[in-house]
């Protein structure tokens, strides 16, 4: 995966430091700030997203506005959310292009789903989010998927390496199995410190993720049985679900059936397989064929 080569900007007088210093603010560490430095580098991750032009575009967390620039020299218009209103002051002092319309808002209790209908279709997202609620945000958004076409964001490199994680790797969770049936995850590329300011003590990854809208088989007891089955992570599965009430028969019943040692662990069950195991554990009149089950996800 390639990674951007870092920028040499210190003498910009657009640089995140010199706008903040110019307006007596700081980055709010509690909102998780970091801005990117460069907007080369925001007008090539515009350019791997293959945004397509002339479209509506949504930013989440539009900072002191570098990807928001990018956005709007490509885009028809750009919605951008913000909470902090001092960055939002900075911004309309500094001028953005027309395209961009500017509201305050926590992306955390944006309703999606609202947004696509006003906007007419399903959603674009950007962001350079915040690294605290990267995964609250796309549990958010994995709910609300009908509302949205895809997302391109900045995350925490171990945060994109969890999203990407295979069968038997320690990163291997509840979310990227959730992404992995009704999504598309591909990395578009790595980002070193020395793009962001502040700097932040981790590397970045710009990800790229599609969704598929279709329901996933009782999607909220599948999402509770993740959350069971990863409880603890060093136990065997059987223990944790046994956890729940379960019959113990029912389960072995259902491992065998499924292909699973009693002995396995939840990092070891590929998604497919955590599907199958969810209808011969609750739903046995729906179990079909594995062939036929791997051909519907």
Known sequence: M???TSPNIKSDPLHPAALLRRYGLRARKRLGQNFLVSLDLARRIVALAELPPDSTVVELGVGLGLLTSALAERAQRVIGYEIDTNLLQVLKKEGLSPKVELRRGDILSLDYRA???????????FGNLPYYLSS??????????EAVLWAVFMFQKEVAARLLAQP???????????LSLRGKIRKLLDLSPNHFYPRPEVYSSVVKIEFDPIPLPHEERFKWLLKVAFANRR????????????EKGLIEAAFKA?????????????????????LRLYAPGEVVAKRSLAGKI
Do not use: H, M
């Not at 609250?136 to 998927?145: A, D, I, T, V």
């Open 2 to 4: 390639p990674e951007a």
């Open 115 to 125: 947004l696509a209908q006003e906007l007419g279709g399903r959603l674009l997202l």
């Open 136 to 145: 609250r945000l796309l549990y958010k958004l994995f709910e609300e998927r």
């Open 168 to 178: 038997g790797s320690k990163d291997y969770g509840p979310l990227c199995i959730l």
């Open 235 to 246: 136990k065997k599965l059987l223990r944790n679900l046994l956890s729940t009430g379960l």
């Open 258 to 278: 499924t292909g699973l040692s009693l002995n396995t662990r939840a990092e070891e069950v590929t998604p497919p397989q955590f599907l199958e195991l969810l």
